[in-house]
Nanobody
Framework: QVQLEESGGGLVQPGGSLRLSCTGSGFTFNNTFGSYGMSWHRQSPGKERELVASISGRGSSTTYRDSVRGRFTVSRDNAKNTVYLQMNSLQPEDTAVYYC??????????WGQGTQVTVSS
């Protein structure tokens, strides 16, 4: 019953900013949002899906792929069952469908439907 839904995508000019949100539903007292590590992935036409950033369940640890480090920031608000991806200094190469992913332990995985980010002048 767990579902993830991304939002916040759109069209921006190079150098612009965008904040993506991923909100989870279907979490319970015994299966909390905070028990899941979250990550953002993106996929461009003709390319494989790639990891963009990740954040641990309590938000204490984050990772970024080299090409976005310093420009993107991943954060989460477990009280709102939401993970964010703040994207600054966007470039055309960042154009992709962005997906959020939840993983618990090493087996339970959920994906959102994706949101389109287009960076173009």
């Amino acid at each position: 019953q767990v579902q993830l839904e991304e939002s916040g995508g759109g069209l921006v000019q190079p150098g612009g900013s965008l904040r993506l949100s991923c909100t989870g539903s279907g979490f319970t007292f015994n299966n909390t949002f905070g028990s899941y590590g979250m990550s953002w992935h993106r996929q461009s036409p003709g390319k494989e899906r790639e990891l963009v950033a990740s954040i641990s369940g309590r938000g204490s640890s984050t990772t970024y792929r080299d090409s976005v480090r310093g420009r993107f920031t991943v954060s989460r608000d477990n009280a709102k069952n939401t993970v964010y991806l703040q994207m600054n200094s966007l470039q055309p190469e960042d154009t992709a469908v962005y997906y959020c992913k939840a993983i618990r332990g090493a087996a339970t995985i959920y994906w959102g439907q994706g949101t389109q980010v287009t960076v173009s002048s």
